[in-house]
Nanobody
Framework: QVQLVESGGGLVQPGGSLRLSCAASGSIRSINAMGWYRQAPGKQRELVATITSGGVTDYADSVKGRFTISRDNAKNTGALQMSSLKPEDTAVYYC?????????????WGQGTQVTVSS
């Protein structure tokens, strides 16, 4: 059994910062790409940022220069540091990882964590 668990969401004022964390656990052999997605009410889920196992990152244009994705391969964890937050960043944020377990390789999703940017 493999699980992804996010933490770190909450309410923050515009211009503030928040750090999301994602922890993978279970019978993991390796974690390939990791990513963060978000889904706002009434909208489709969208890609926010990705990071390869080698540390190559990519970001949605809407968050470039404000968000930073990172990972710790030794601890099977990932993080999304969000700064200069805007009301339009309000969404449920999901961690995603392509994980090779002792059985197979597949995508896993966390349960989601709410981020609300409001004054």
């Amino acid at each position: 059994q493999v699980q992804l668990v996010e933490s770190g969401g909450g309410l923050v004022q515009p211009g503030g910062s928040l750090r999301l964390s994602c922890a993978a656990s279970g019978s993991i052999r390796s974690i390939n790409a990791m990513g963060w997605y978000r889904q706002a009410p009434g909208k489709q889920r969208e890609l926010v940022a990705t990071i390869t196992s080698g540390g190559v990152t990519d970001y949605a244009d809407s968050v470039k220069g404000r968000f930073t994705i990172s990972r710790d391969n030794a601890k099977n964890t990932g993080a999304l540091q969000m700064s200069s937050l805007k009301p339009e960043d309000t969404a449920v944020y999901y961690c995603n990882a392509k994980i090779t377990s002792i059985w197979y390789t597949r995508d896993y999703w966390g349960q989601g964590t709410q981020v609300t940017v409001s004054s």
